[in-house]
């Protein structure tokens, strides 16, 4: 069984900062790709940033490059979302995801087997 834990969310006001994480709780995550996606009211869920199994290469969309930074702490099964400079647009729910799709890492949403129950971000202007 696998189980996804986030926590972290909440209200900022617009240019501030959040820190998401994302708990994993499984026999090892060592083979898997880990990520977070993001979901608006009335928009499809897309991904955000995806992390390698291995940590050392990372995937961001363009909306938040420079502005968030994926890390993985391999000891404690947990990722963890930086977010600065947040936007108005960043309002959403947050979920984390972990695929086992032979060293796959990227925003193919259907790569990812596992998923969290999400975590609201609230940013107001």
């Known amino acids: 069984e696998v189980r996804l834990e986030e926590s972290g969310g909440g209200l900022v006001q617009a240019g501030g900062s959040l820190n998401l994480s994302c708990s994993a709780h499984?026999?090892?995550?060592?083979?898997?790709?880990m990520g977070w996606f993001r979901q608006a009211p009335g928009k499809e869920r897309e991904a955000v940033s995806i992390?390698?199994?291995?940590?050392?290469?990372?995937w961001y969309t363009g909306a938040v490059l420079g502005r968030f930074t994926i890390s993985r702490d391999m000891v404690k099964n947990t990722i963890y979302l930086q977010m600065t400079n947040l936007k108005t647009d960043d309002t959403a729910t947050y979920y984390c995801?972990?695929?086992?799709?032979?060293?796959?890492?990227?925003?193919?949403?259907?790569?990812?087997?596992?998923w969290g129950q999400g975590t609201q971000v609230t940013v107001s202007s």
């Open positions: 995801a972990a695929g086992n799709s032979g060293g796959y890492y990227g925003p193919a949403q259907h790569k990812y087997q596992h």
């Open positions: 992390i390698s199994l291995s940590g050392q290469n990372t």
């Open positions: 499984a026999k090892s995550f060592d083979n898997y790709a």
